[in-house]
């Protein structure tokens, strides 16, 4: 039996077991807010795997401030940072089974339900922060958030938090050309459209949780990686990597999901008070990303460690073209509908 299967069976046992006045542990099930307290407030265990000066983490901490003022008390958002709870490999598990309530994956982890999320591994899709943004407000990615495949596994998606365009490094030089990749081995996240992207380019690859990375580069585990700006400098990926090239060839964003029982148990004047607190930590998010982007690019080169290469638009063309065979591989499975979606936002 499938992975997948086996956790809907579990999560659909769940719901009945709630419904017959179990599950106290899923939070507001079987309570009214009245039974909510500062002494005793409704718990939301939100687990995340990046650090805590990283965009996320920022972001995650703004959420919890606001949820405490705007519930006064009555709701306490429990923040874990930096793979304390759950690694990239075992959160979103933990999140159907309830262990915790709340992630932000990268979403590029929602393969495992929806192949379509692997649209933020498509090289060159997105244009500029504008054509992003434009994205996560349309149809299009409603769509995705709202999906019957989340659904299936009692998941429910809330909001999109950027984090920036990737960019490649590595040990060894340069990277500019598809030359200069040949023969390297790149940390990816888990997808088959990263491992084509990379065998596309003549490298290797290989799926490393993001708390191992910094120990993968140290230990020549592999050569490189690919990173927004601030994952860079935030996690010192900058102490085991000697070049970094602006390839801006793809999205790393994360998306706010929840247990859907869960969240759906949460009484409702304590809800809309949750989910105003989440819109402003997006709109937060969203004007900290490049802010802190920007302030981690000037970092790395002030480390005096590490040498960037700025990309001309014209060497990014001609990687684009060069990844134009993983777009013939993929189409289908991302769908034209969601590609075609994507590109008439520019």
């Known amino acids: 039996m499938k992975k997948w299967l086996l956790l809907t069976i579990i999560s659909i046992f769940a ?6 006045g179990g599950g106290e542990e899923g ?23 990046t650090a ?13 401030q606001l949820v405490d003022e705007k519930t006064e008390g009555k709701v306490k958002v429990e923040v874990y940072p930096s793979s304390q709870l759950y690694g990239d490999n075992d959160e979103l598990d933990a999140l159907v089974s309830g262990n915790v309530h709340m992630i ?8 495992k339900i929806d192949p379509r999320w692997q649209y933020v591994d498509m090289p060159y899709l997105f244009e500029d922060e504008e054509h992003v943004q434009a994205f996560f407000e349309s149809d299009v990615a409603k769509e995705l958030m709202n999906s019957d495949a989340l659904a299936a596994n009692d998941i429910k998606g809330l909001a999109f938090w950027p984090n920036g365009f990737k960019h490649f490094s590595n040990n060894k030089h340069p990277l ?12 990816a996240q888990a997808g088959q459209v990263l491992e084509a992207q990379f065998e596309t ?3 290797g690859s290989a799926t490393i949780a993001f708390g191992e990375t910094y120990a993968a ?10 990173n927004p700006y601030n994952n860079f400098d935030t996690m010192k990926f900058y102490e085991v990597q000697k070049y970094l090239s602006t390839s801006q060839h793809g999205r790393l964003d994360y998306a706010i999901f929840v247990n859907k029982s869960f969240w759906e148990s949460i009484p409702a004047d304590l809800l809309a008070p949750v989910e105003e607190a989440l819109a402003e930590a997006t709109t937060y998010a969203q004007e900290l990303a490049a802010e802190e982007n920007a302030k981690s690019l000037e970092n790395v080169k002030a480390s005096g460690v590490v040498e960037v290469y700025e990309m001309t638009q014209e060497e990014r063309d001609a990687l684009k073209e060069a990844l134009q065979p993983v777009y ?3 189409e289908e499975t991302i769908t034209p509908e969601l590609i075609e979606g994507i590109n008439a936002l520019r």
């Open 15 to 20: 719901l009945a077991l709630a419904a017959c």
């Open 27 to 49: 939070g507001g099930s079987n309570k009214s807010s009245e039974e909510y307290t500062a002494e005793n407030p409704l718990i939301i265990k939100f687990s995340h795997v």
């Open 52 to 64: 805590i000066d990283s965009v996320k983490g920022q972001a995650a901490d703004k959420f919890a």
């Open 104 to 111: 932000a994956p990268s979403v590029t982890k929602m393969v």
């Open 176 to 187: 500019v050309t598809v030359e200069d990749f040949k023969g390297l081995k790149f940390r």
């Open 201 to 203: 380019l003549g490298a």
């Open 217 to 226: 580069l140290q230990q020549g585990t592999v050569d490189g990686a690919e």
């Open 328 to 330: 013939e591989e993929f």
